[in-house]
T-cell receptor, first 114, second 115 residues
Framework: ETGVTQSPTHLIKTRGQQVTLRCSSQSGHNTVSWYQQALGQGPQFIFQYYREEENGRGNFPPRFSGLQFPNYSSELNVNALELDDSALYLC?????????????FGPGTRLTVL | KQEVTQIPAALSVPEGENLVLNCSFTDSAIYNLQWFRQDPGKGLTSLLLIQSSQREQTSGRLNASLDKSSGRSTLYIAASQPGDSATYLCAVLRGSGGGADGLTFGKGTHLIIQP
């Protein structure tokens, strides 16, 4: 059984560019949540996907968007990057819609915006 | 709006000591509470999950308690080891447990166990 994987590990972009981050959920899990963790802060909920539909969203602007594919892997897209988007982006998978069960987190993607 | 606070922000203790990390939350209408561990630059590892109807959960040297009415949880680590050094995060899920809210995290307690 493979755990949650994310790619790439690190990424450097410039302000105004667009970025796509990828997440493969743990085997058998159909729910993926994305979080943003700024340095020295706790993670903040961006959104969640359940069976290819957005199931919930935190306080993030529309330039943060996502997709979930039939194999339950997921993408996080961020348009018009800003300096404050520099953070560790974490995805978490679980079984069943919602966040009732234990969340299994990936290692994260470190995004730096210059 | 749910807010989660963790005290202390940082803690350094000698190996072998028992220690307690504290977490408080402002809205007692939670579905569950989870404790996570995060190593530097890495993802989160779930340690314990306590449902709102439960008072405590135990796993090995770790014991987490929950007092929902007072908005508090503690993580007790027995016989600490250098390998316990990490940042410990507390997170709550509000209300019905649906996907709309996600987890609300505290900023964490940075723990160092001195050999």
């Amino acid at each position: 059984e493979t755990g949650v994987t994310q790619s790439p590990t690190h990424l450097i972009k410039t302000r105004g560019q667009q970025v796509t981050l990828r997440c493969s959920s743990q085997s058998g899990h159909n729910t993926v949540s994305w979080y943003q963790q700024a340095l020295g802060q706790g993670p903040q909920f961006i959104f969640q996907y359940y069976r290819e539909e957005e199931n919930g969203r935190g306080n993030f602007p529309p330039r943060f968007s996502g997709l979930q594919f039939p194999n339950y892997s997921s993408e996080l897209n961020v348009n018009a990057l800003e300096l404050d988007d520099s953070a560790l982006y974490l995805c978490a998978s679980s079984l069943g819609g919602g966040t009732r069960d234990t969340q299994y987190f990936g290692p994260g993607t470190r995004l730096t915006v210059l | 709006k749910q807010e989660v606070t963790q005290i202390p922000a940082a803690l350094s203790v000698p190996e072998g000591e028992n220690l307690v990390l504290n977490c408080s939350f402002t809205d007692s209408a939670i579905y569950n509470l989870q404790w996570f561990r995060q190593d530097p630059g890495k993802g989160l590892t779930s340690l314990l999950l306590i449902q709102s109807s439960q008072r405590e959960q135990t796993s090995g040297r770790l014991n987490a308690s929950l007092d929902k009415s007072s908005g508090r949880s503690t993580l007790y680590i027995a016989a600490s080891q250098p390998g316990d050094s990490a940042t410990y995060l507390c997170a709550v899920l509000r209300g019905s447990g649906g996907g709309a809210d996600g987890l609300t995290f505290g900023k964490g307690t940075h723990l160092i166990i001195q050999p």
